[in-house]
């Protein structure tokens, strides 16, 4: 949503102009572009909106109430991005291959949506045919930090695009991933051409980022043990964060878009259950799960690793998991088809979803499920469709 809403400031402020491209999106993930584009153009919610229309003048209709259809209209309302009559064109890369250039220079279009994988090749030179007036990167520290010794492919055609764009936005939630020192400092030199960078501070250039991480160490390196070194390390630290400050726009619970909060804080409006489970099987359900996972993995991968936590966090709610990470894509929608609520009444987490989704269908209350895993949320979808409990 943050994503969404820093593009529509962006693009609302430069759509007076219509004289290059108005925008090149750059998606890393490509499975987002779709429900971007749906958020693009008025047209599909305006006849979403129509159709609920309809059927709430049918009083024959009662697949939903006239309380709930007005609910859903005025949602629809809210999701609009654009005035009536200033939908923005688009062109998704992924489905209509590289767009045409046009007589004017321009590719006739407002907004081009790609993947960052158009940089990794020579495929993607199409990008250099036109001048853009912004260019927004999606999850930019996936593709734009690159090596420490060497560079891609993919950041010297950034580099190249930086020349013929009037501005870039990089959108990321985890700037920094690796060696903080290069990631700060290959972030920063993606936002913008070394000579803009100049403009906004001396510390913004390549040469001024290189002085400021030089010196810097991490916590827990032993040096930064003496008090002497520590003083040394938040003057670095505060001098880096000053620098960020300068390019960043950072959203947090206070920032506003036209009038309204960007960030809602759902869970202080929850009723959180932080009570630990009790299991009285006496360690029966640990054991067998330990079992399982020793014949799965082997009985010598009993060491805490990010793998072994993982398969965990998805085994002690379904052992179904084992079979499921060993099926393609077009398979795992099988594993769920013989499964009952009897089965996850077996095991004392995935119970003790079923009683709050029971207890949440006699109050009315509602529940915000979090998964971590995309086995989760699929377990949790079959669970919630399975919840009958007429013979259970």
């Known amino acids: 949503m943050n994503f969404?809403?820093?593009?529509?400031?962006?693009?609302?402020?430069?759509?007076?102009?219509?004289?290059?491209?108005?925008?090149?999106?750059?998606?890393?993930?490509?499975?987002?572009?779709?429900?971007?584009?749906?958020?693009?153009?008025?047209?599909?919610?305006?006849?979403?909106?129509?159709?609920?229309?309809?059927?709430?003048?049918?009083?024959?209709?009662?697949?939903?109430?006239?309380?709930?259809?007005?609910?859903?209209?005025?949602?629809?309302?809210?999701?609009?991005?654009?005035?009536?009559?200033?939908?923005?064109?688009?062109?998704?890369?992924?489905?209509?291959?590289?767009?045409?250039?046009?007589?004017?220079?321009?590719?006739?279009?407002?907004?081009?949506?790609?993947?960052?994988?158009?940089?990794?090749?020579d495929r993607g030179s199409w990008i250099f045919d036109s001048d853009w007036h912004t260019v927004i990167a999606d999850e930019a520290h996936d593709f734009l930090r690159g090596q420490q010794t060497t560079q891609?492919?993919?950041?010297?055609?950034?580099?190249?695009?930086?020349?013929?764009?009037?501005?870039?936005?990089?959108?990321?939630?985890?700037?920094?991933?690796?060696?903080?020192?290069?990631?700060?400092?290959?972030?920063?030199?993606?936002?913008?051409?070394?000579?803009?960078?100049?403009?906004?501070?001396?510390?913004?250039?390549?040469?001024?980022?290189?002085?400021?991480?030089?010196?810097?160490?991490?916590?827990?390196?032993?040096?930064?043990?003496?008090?002497r070194e520590k003083e040394k390390q938040s003057s670095i630290r505060q001098e880096m964060t000053a620098t960020l400050a300068i390019f960043t726009i950072r959203r947090d619970e206070k920032s506003v878009v036209r009038g309204e909060k960007v960030m809602k804080d759902f869970l202080s409006a929850c009723l959180n259950i932080e009570d630990p489970l009790q299991p009285t099987d006496g360690g029966a359900e640990v054991r067998e799960r330990e079992d399982k996972y020793a014949a799965w993995r082997g009985q010598n991968d009993k060491r805490l690793t990010q793998r072994r936590n993982d398969d965990m966090r998805c085994l002690c709610f379904s052992y179904r998991f084992i079979k499921w990470s060993n099926c393609s894509d077009t398979d795992r929608a099988r594993i769920?088809?013989?499964?009952?609520l009897a089965e996850g009444n077996c095991h004392i987490r995935t119970k003790a979803l079923i009683e709050e989704l029971r207890l949440a269908k006699t109050t009315g209350n509602k529940i915000?499920?979090?998964?971590?895993?995309?086995?989760?949320?699929?377990?949790?979808?079959?669970?919630?469709?399975?919840?009958?409990?007429?013979n259970t």
């Open 4 to 121: 969404l809403l820093a593009l529509r400031e962006r693009v609302e402020a430069a759509s007076r102009s219509k004289k290059r491209t108005l925008c090149l999106l750059v998606l890393y993930n490509r499975h987002l572009i779709p429900a971007w584009e749906n958020t693009l153009n008025n047209d599909t919610l305006t006849a979403a909106q129509d159709r609920y229309k309809r059927q709430k003048s049918r009083e024959e209709d009662e697949a939903l109430d006239s309380d709930t259809i007005g609910h859903l209209i005025d949602v629809l309302e809210g999701e609009k991005c654009w005035k009536d009559g200033h939908g923005l064109s688009t062109w998704n890369t992924q489905v209509k291959g590289p767009p045409r250039i046009q007589a004017d220079r321009t590719f006739g279009v407002d907004v081009v949506i790609t993947t960052a994988q158009t940089l990794q090749n």
């Open 152 to 227: 891609s492919h993919t950041l010297k055609m950034w580099f190249m695009l930086q020349s013929q764009t009037f501005s870039m936005f990089l959108l990321t939630g985890t700037p920094f991933m690796t060696k903080i020192t290069h990631d700060f400092v290959a972030i920063t030199r993606a936002v913008a051409l070394n000579s803009k960078r100049g403009l906004w501070s001396p510390d913004c250039t390549d040469e001024g980022l290189r002085k400021l991480v030089q010196g810097w160490v991490g916590v827990a390196d032993r040096r930064y043990q003496n008090d």
């Open 336 to 340: 769920w088809d013989s499964y009952t």
């Open 368 to 390: 915000i499920i979090y998964v971590q895993r995309r086995f989760l949320a699929e377990l949790a979808m079959k669970v919630r469709t399975s919840h009958t409990f007429t």
